[in-house]
């Protein structure tokens, strides 16, 4: 069980798109291309029943996600939860599509803290600069950016979501695709 002073952050941001919307639609109705599904579906797979975990213990796995409206997003994260025997439930908001670093730390501050573990979903640049800004002392895996589909997971020192702040977390790993399939 994870220590009670402690939380677990997920930060992901959405994987490859396409570069142009579909017919009559925006930025925010772009999807994922092929490369994207197929990255989502492995890191899926990494994180599902029969996955690897990524090396990392069970009771850290996001018990709550948070995620931007945008079509990509969405689909990241349906593929990426879809072989969760118990997939946590997801809160889809607006306010993360076009948010700053800042706006999604408000967004996380905001999180019942009874979740212990939590995920959001999002975009660059702000995924890119939240995960470079939230380890206490500069990481070498983020110092190049946050590929589209990558992930990175932090262990924050708090006792209450109110209390996340940059500069703080400890990073228990950051992972890019290509992801491996255990089910390969």
């Not at 029943?49 to 996001?62: A, V």
């Not at 349906?78 to 706006?103: C, G, H």
Request: glycine fraction near 8%.
């Amino acid at each position: 069980m994870a220590d009670q002073g402690r939380r677990t952050l997920w930060v992901l941001r959405h994987a490859k798109t396409r570069r142009r919307p579909p017919v009559g639609g925006g930025d925010h109705e772009r999807v994922l291309d092929p490369r994207g599904r197929r990255d989502a579906d492995a890191l899926g797979s990494r994180l599902g029943d029969r996955g690897d975990r990524l090396g990392l213990p069970e009771d850290l796995l996001p018990q709550l996600v948070l995620c931007s409206t945008a079509a990509r997003t969405v689909e990241t994260t349906e593929r990426v939860l879809a072989k969760m025997a118990n997939p946590p439930a997801v809160s889809y908001l607006r306010s993360l599509y076009e948010a700053t670093p800042e706006d999604v730390l408000e967004q996380i501050s905001k999180t019942d803290d009874a979740v212990r573990s939590l995920m959001v979903v999002g975009h660059n640049p702000t995924f890119e600069a939240l995960a470079a800004a939230m380890p206490a002392s500069p990481h070498p895996a983020l110092a190049g950016g946050l590929a589209t589909g990558a992930l990175a997971v932090f262990t924050l020192p708090i006792g209450r979501w109110e209390e996340v702040a940059p500069h703080t977390a400890g990073v228990l790993g950051v992972f890019a695709p290509p992801y491996a399939d255990p089910e390969a």
